[in-house]
């Protein structure tokens, strides 16, 4: 049994498994090794001495440059290690190689097949406000229908937000774009659109943003407009629970599945076990002909050429290094560097660098060649990998992931969240401790990787996939956690 683990073969350090004691031999593989310092599980330690300047290698590709001298066995961490980002670089387009497509033995789940061709993964009503100020209206219309239409259909939720008014320009389009995305997902059977009435994101220019094919199973309601806003909301979504509550499941292809991956609070063991697995997903659901959406823009940082690197055109290499060097642009302008990242959490659970941080996350996208680039509020149409922009932040990008038409959420987590999203999402812990310890917000343990290996780890996992598609609640759904997050970025007036 190995105590750490070294990645590549490249690499001159490795990440402990297990707290390690300091001057206890220590297993690096067929490497002998003695630590010098107590190395915390998820950390790193020196395999060999790394001279002041020289680049600290994992992945098999730089997370930085020494800030000092390293001896081997050392802790590498913020103190002696550093971030070699800078706000630009040049990236190398090469026409992609030919890969052989990946094996599929195409499993299937029960979905709610849709009008439109998609199938969904549950058959709720959404009530979207387009304002905060009928945000708590929203909510208890959502409560008081829950009860009324209980056991009917697959659930009945309100997704309130603090905006839609106040906002000018792009920050404006952001949240109408994010909102009518949200009201075509094929997760809701009806949607019912709730505005004040004199608000910036007006009912009828949302209204236009949605194509007039997918408004069937769309309700719109000003509340200035009616003397009980509340009742009038009601009567409103007994009308759509009618036209969508005998709807019933039907099997449906591995294809039909629209997956979305995100990490949150990583830890040193995400990069090893959770990401990999959850790119083992990405991989199995795009060799069905199924689509992968992958986001969080700036936790791609220092890892980006990978991904570019499984560009399928020059255009879709492009609009990836364009929309990356955006985001960057977006950062410098604000007066933050671009390496402004790790979270105190990833650091106390052993990531040091942008660049340690982006190279595990990026595997979340598996080896799936990428097709298509959508800007926030856009949707994945095309088979394969989609990149989407949005930030990094948990409850912005899983929202952006279900707008752009996500019905299962891979999310993998080394601390640790509660956080729950509109499209049934599964947390992936990324060490059995975690899982063990919040059982009550963890899914599924991608530590029994270590034990078990990736292919029996792969199994389970795409088993309860399946399961959860089929109709099993995932933890966040079962504990009523169910919100969105718009991404707010322009002036308040």
Known sequence: MTDAIRIHAADNVATALADLAADSAVAVGSQRLIPIEPIARGHKLALAPIACGASVIKYGFPIGVATADIAAGALVHGH?????????????????????????????????????????????????????????LTARVARTAAVRHSGRLDGIHAFKHPFGCSQLGDDLGHTRGLLAALAQHPNAGGVLIVGLGCESNQLTALLDTIPEGRRGHIRTLSAQAVEDDEAASLALVDELVEACADTRRTPAPLSALTLGVKCGGSDGLSGLTANPLAGRMADAVAAAEGKVILTEIPELFGAEQLLLDRAVSRDVFDRTAQLVQDFKAYFTRNGEPVSENPSPGNIAGGITTLEEKSLGAVQKGGQVPLVDVQLYGGEAT????????????????????????????????????????????????????????????????AGMVIGDGFDIASDALLDLIIATASGKLTRAEANEERDIAIWKSGVTL
């Open 80 to 136: 002696n290690l550093a971030t070699a980002l800078t706000g630009s670089d040049d990236y190398v387009y090469a026409p992609p190689l030919a890969v052989p497509p990946l094996a599929s033995s195409a499993p299937s789940f029960m979905g709610y097949a849709r009008a439109d061709g998609r199938v969904g993964t549950r058959n709720e009503i959404w009530i979207l406000p387009t304002v905060g100020c009928v945000g708590n």
């Open 382 to 445: 095309l088979p394969g990998l989609t990149l989407l922009e949005a930030p990094g932040n948990d409850a912005v990008s899983s929202t952006a992931l279900t707008a752009a038409g996500a019905t299962v959420i891979l999310f993998t987590t080394g601390r640790g969240t509660p956080l729950g999203f509109p499209a049934p999402t599964l947390k992936i812990a990324s060490n059995s401790e975690l899982a063990a310890r919040k059982s009550g917000w963890i899914d599924f343990d």
